[in-house]
């Protein structure tokens, strides 16, 4: 058996819904600490979101695996439970309806905190998983799949290496099995925060320390699909710089977004580079008083959107209360940043990731501590189309009543199994309880959702296929998965 936490949103503003825009802003989460850290669109346009969650039964912390629909409806969430504590880092979507998702743990390897790296069904249902690391403390911050369906995963290690963190890659089979690794770095602290590729050229941002003083420096590192070394580059400008996220921009260009720290005060940073690894130049602005760093970007055609953590204690943004809050900007490179709206008031929201979505908006993927039932909550921000923002007021919206549904989930015996079309099973109090069911593909779909009046279901209608059936009332959780032949 296993456990599921039922999420039910928290809706802090109307969704504004035409032929031409989607734009929405809402919360999920139970009584714990919930954050989501990245997400992906799905074909059917519903999106899959990890994090990390402490609402579960066992209060540590385990990764998230949550599912919402096009207009952010919740769907269904799950959890992977290692023992102690985990975190969903970056999530890639497979072509069979599987989905990888790497991240850290300390519930298993080889010691301390370890690179971690799960395979999840349509459901978030483990099917295997792999640790990176040594004796010391090892963490993965980005992952991105090749044309072979191999993996290359970024991150930091404190096993390996000449001291302190260093860079650390690993590049998998698509079975998850390690073909080479490899760290780069200094004596001091260093790190790789993301990665793209681009012909058959993998481009990691991160951090690069100076063994000679104390300056941490902006890194631009360029390797081979074999882990050879073609350049290493760094912004060499302040005390202390570093990258964020990396986006291809156009054919001759990378943008990479991050901090620079100037006067003791932290600046949003960008700069530009070639594919050979040569910046042309950067720029950076600040908020008086305040600090600020940018987490993501995303592109569209001759526009960037760009969201940062903004510490809203500036006297120039006297309308928000002194926390940390999130800001989605739009920018084109080499200029400062258009317009955009900042989300959050009283207490600290997180911005983690920002992804494209089918219909030309943005989605903004952290955590929010305003409007949470426990600690934080998931906070998902979509832009639409146009640069149709949300309303940036989530503080004078009211939230609607969020619980949590905890209940063991039990397995169903259904009959015959593979079926041709009708399926048969028993639960005992089906004619006392109200229970529902739903029919879920293996790519994730919602397929049916009825209420359940008798102990069969007719899917002789139903493609050939895995299906995923869950059947539940106030009192009982069942789950199964159905073969239609």
């Given at each position: 058996?296993?456990?599921?936490?039922?999420?039910?949103?928290?809706?802090?503003?109307?969704?504004?819904?035409?032929?031409?825009?989607?734009?929405?802003?809402?919360?999920?989460?139970?009584?714990?600490?919930?954050?989501?850290?990245?997400?992906?669109?799905?074909?059917?346009?519903?999106?899959?979101?990890?994090?990390?969650?402490?609402?579960?039964?066992?209060?540590?912390?385990?990764?998230?695996?949550?599912?919402?629909?096009?207009?952010?409806?919740?769907?269904?969430?799950?959890?992977?439970?290692?023992?102690?504590?985990?975190?969903?880092?970056?999530?890639?979507?497979?072509?069979?309806?599987?989905?990888?998702?790497?991240?850290?743990?300390?519930?298993?390897?080889?010691?301390?905190?370890?690179?971690?790296?799960?395979?999840?069904?349509?459901?978030?249902?483990?099917?295997?998983?792999?640790?990176?690391?040594?004796?010391?403390?090892?963490?993965?911050?980005?992952?991105?799949?090749?044309?072979?369906?191999?993996?290359?995963?970024?991150?930091?290690?404190?096993?390996?290496?000449?001291?302190?963190?260093?860079?650390?890659?690993?590049?998998?089979?698509?079975?998850?099995?390690?073909?080479?690794?490899?760290?780069?770095?200094?004596?001091?602290?260093?790190?790789?925060?993301?990665?793209?590729?681009?012909?058959?050229?993998?481009?990691?941002?991160?951090?690069?320390?100076?063994?000679?003083?104390?300056?941490?420096?902006?890194?631009?590192?360029?390797?081979?699909?074999?882990?050879?070394?073609?350049?290493?580059?760094?912004?060499?400008?302040?005390?202390?710089?570093?990258?964020?996220?990396?986006?291809?921009?156009?054919?001759?260009?990378?943008?990479?977004?991050?901090?620079?720290?100037?006067?003791?005060?932290?600046?949003?940073?960008?700069?530009?580079?070639?594919?050979?690894?040569?910046?042309?130049?950067?720029?950076?602005?600040?908020?008086?008083?305040?600090?600020?760093?940018?987490?993501?970007?995303?592109?569209?055609?001759?526009?960037?959107?760009?969201?940062n953590c903004i510490e809203t204690n500036a006297s120039s943004?006297?309308?928000?209360?002194?926390?940390?809050?999130?800001?989605?900007?739009?920018?084109?490179?080499?200029?400062?940043?258009?317009?955009?709206?900042?989300?959050?008031?009283?207490?600290?929201?997180?911005?983690?990731?920002?992804?494209?979505?089918?219909?030309?908006?943005?989605?903004?993927?952290?955590?929010?501590?305003?409007?949470?039932?426990?600690?934080?909550?998931?906070?998902?921000?979509?832009?639409?189309?146009?640069?149709?923002?949300?309303?940036?007021?989530?503080?004078?919206?009211?939230?609607?009543?969020?619980?949590?549904?905890?209940?063991?989930?039990?397995?169903?015996?259904?009959?015959?199994?593979?079926?041709?079309?009708?399926?048969?099973?028993?639960?005992?109090?089906?004619?006392?309880?109200?229970?529902?069911?739903?029919?879920?593909?293996?790519?994730?779909?919602?397929?049916?959702?009825?209420?359940?009046?008798?102990?069969?279901?007719?899917?002789?209608?139903?493609?050939?296929?895995?299906?995923?059936?869950?059947?539940?009332?106030?009192?009982?959780?069942?789950?199964?998965?159905?073969?239609?032949?």
């Amino acid at each position: 058996m296993i456990r599921i936490l039922y999420i039910a949103c928290l809706l802090i503003l109307s969704s504004s819904i035409d032929a031409q825009t989607l734009n929405w802003a809402k919360t999920y989460g139970g009584q714990g600490y919930d954050k989501g850290n990245s997400a992906v669109q799905l074909a059917d346009s519903s999106y899959v979101i990890v994090g990390t969650s402490s609402s579960f039964y066992n209060s540590n912390q385990n990764i998230l695996f949550l599912k919402v629909d096009s207009a952010g409806n919740f769907l269904y969430s799950n959890f992977l439970d290692n023992g102690l504590w985990d975190n969903g880092q970056k999530i890639i979507a497979r072509n069979d309806g599987e989905f990888w998702i790497c991240g850290h743990t300390n519930s298993i390897g080889a010691g301390g905190f370890d690179g971690y790296l799960t395979k999840v069904d349509s459901l978030g249902n483990k099917i295997s998983d792999f640790t990176f690391g040594g004796s010391d403390w090892d963490f993965i911050h980005d992952m991105i799949m090749l044309s072979d369906s191999s993996l290359v995963l970024v991150g930091e290690t404190q096993s390996y290496g000449l001291g302190n963190k260093d860079a650390y890659i690993i590049h998998t089979d698509k079975f998850g099995d390690t073909l080479w690794t490899k760290t780069i770095g200094s004596t001091k602290d260093d790190w790789a925060s993301a990665i793209t590729e681009r012909n058959d050229t993998l481009y990691i941002a991160g951090a690069i320390g100076d063994d000679s003083n104390d300056t941490t420096y902006g890194l631009l590192l360029g390797l081979d699909l074999s882990g050879n070394t073609l350049f290493e580059n760094k912004v060499a400008e302040t005390d202390f710089q570093y990258f964020n996220d990396i986006h291809q921009y156009n054919a001759f260009n990378l943008y990479l977004v991050g901090g620079k720290q100037v006067n003791s005060q932290m600046m949003a940073y960008t700069d530009i580079s070639d594919y050979q690894g040569n910046f042309t130049g950067g720029q950076y602005w600040f908020t008086a008083d305040g600090n600020t760093a940018i987490k993501a970007i995303t592109n569209y055609p001759g526009t960037f959107y760009m969201m940062n953590c903004i510490e809203t204690n500036a006297s120039s943004l006297s309308n928000y209360s002194p926390s940390v809050d999130m800001h989605i900007a739009k920018t084109t490179p080499g200029a400062y940043w258009n317009y955009g709206q900042i989300y959050g008031f009283q207490d600290d929201e997180e911005a983690n990731d920002l992804i494209e979505t089918i219909d030309n908006g943005v989605l903004a993927i952290g955590s929010n501590g305003d409007l949470a039932t426990g600690g934080s909550n998931v906070f998902l921000i979509k832009v639409g189309a146009q640069d149709s923002f949300p309303s940036p007021l989530i503080d004078s919206l009211y939230p609607v009543h969020t619980s949590i549904n905890e209940l063991e989930i039990e397995d169903l015996e259904v009959y015959p199994n593979p079926t041709n079309g009708i399926i048969y099973f028993q639960i005992q109090d089906l004619n006392q309880e109200n229970y529902q069911f739903q029919l879920i593909s293996s790519e994730g779909k919602l397929i049916r959702n009825e209420e359940l009046t008798q102990s069969m279901i007719n899917i002789s209608d139903f493609s050939k296929g895995l299906y995923f059936l869950r059947v539940w009332s106030d009192k009982k959780r069942f789950q199964t998965r159905i073969i239609k032949e």
